[in-house]
């Protein structure tokens, strides 16, 4: 059909992406938002100020020089498909593809941040199969975890319906607070792994869950009890995460035992962990995002909307 271009606004990450149905090729172009030495993170009015400054040279990172007419334009216009669900960061993003899809005469569609991260795995590991098929979604990210039950829809191209999550903290805040801890930069999951690598001893955990949701601020006041007592900073990083991995395998169980075992999938920027995919690869299997593509990014909003026009509403 043609050229399908995906802008994300995050409040992580500047992402745009342009997607190619003739050969099903995708480019990208992303910048993180710049934040403060010793802070874990952006307020909104800063966040959408980063954007408005990052997107003229994100957009020409992808671009170039380069005039396109696209087919299609899809964003990212809130992070969940949730009633209320919004953040003013996703406004930056929206602006331009209004602008560009007029300019185009090319539709314009709108879709979740979360949606935009499951497209994104299922493409990066070649299985976009299952978006005619109901199968369940793991979402971890600094924002976001959740177990998902997704099903194919014309409209949205994939509804989904949160089946389980976190009482209190995500995975990629506690990940991002015990990196704080540890004078990591933000974010800390990479920093975090190369560090919790140089650990040698596993930890055993125990991970309850209340019915199929986590809690996880123990972990945290856990991490800063070690680090108090002198505990080595790999250490202190290798249990962090340990217990991350636990609490995953434990939702991915749960959810197995009550919706039986569907396809899962794994997306967002904790997946992207080398020990969490080792771990869950290895007991229970599943479909990952590569890393480049667990991040936030807009290969995923470019691919559903090429969907979504490819199938128009009757």
Not at 85 to 99: H, I, Q, W
Not at 182 to 203: H, I, M, N, R, V
Request: glycine share 10%; proline share 4%.
């Amino acid at each position: 059909m043609g050229l399908f271009l995906g802008i994300d606004t995050s409040n992580y990450t500047t992402s745009t992406a342009l997607y190619d149905s003739s050969n099903q090729t995708v480019i990208h172009s992303r910048k993180l938002l710049p934040v403060r030495e010793g802070e874990l993170g952006l307020r909104q009015s800063d966040a959408v100020f980063a954007h408005v400054k990052q997107l003229p040279e994100v957009i020409n990172g992808l671009l170039g020089d380069k005039q396109y007419k696209f087919d299609g334009v899809g964003y990212s216009a809130r992070p969940r498909d949730v009633e209320g669900s919004y953040m003013p960061c996703f406004l930056v993003g929206e602006m331009l593809a209004r602008v560009l899809a007029n300019q185009s005469g090319a539709p314009l569609c709108g879709f979740s941040h979360q949606a935009g991260h499951i497209a994104a795995a299922l493409y990066s590991a070649g299985r976009l199969d299952l978006m005619q098929k109901e199968f369940v979604a793991f979402h971890f990210s600094g924002g976001t975890t959740e177990g998902l039950l997704v099903r194919p829809d014309r409209e949205r191209v994939l509804a989904i319906q949160q089946i389980s999550g976190t009482l209190d903290l995500n995975a990629g805040q506690v990940i991002d607070r015990v990196g704080g801890m540890l004078g990591l930069k933000f974010p800390a999951g990479k920093e975090l792994e190369q560090l919790a690598l140089t650990c040698d001893e596993e930890f055993p955990v125990r991970v309850k869950l209340k019915g199929l949701d986590c809690c996880l601020s123990g972990v945290e006041n856990q991490c800063r009890d070690l680090l108090a007592k002198g505990t080595p900073k790999n250490a202190v990083a290798r249990y962090c995460l340990d217990y991350i991995c636990a609490t995953v395998k434990a939702m991915s169980e749960a959810v197995i035992l009550e919706y039986g075992d569907l396809p899962r999938v794994y997306a967002g920027g904790v997946t992207s962990n080398g020990l969490l995919r080792a771990e869950i690869s290895e007991w229970l299997g599943g479909v990952f995002a590569t890393p480049e593509l667990s991040s936030d990014n807009a290969v995923g909003v470019a691919l559903l909307g090429y969907l979504r026009c490819r199938r128009p509403l009757l």
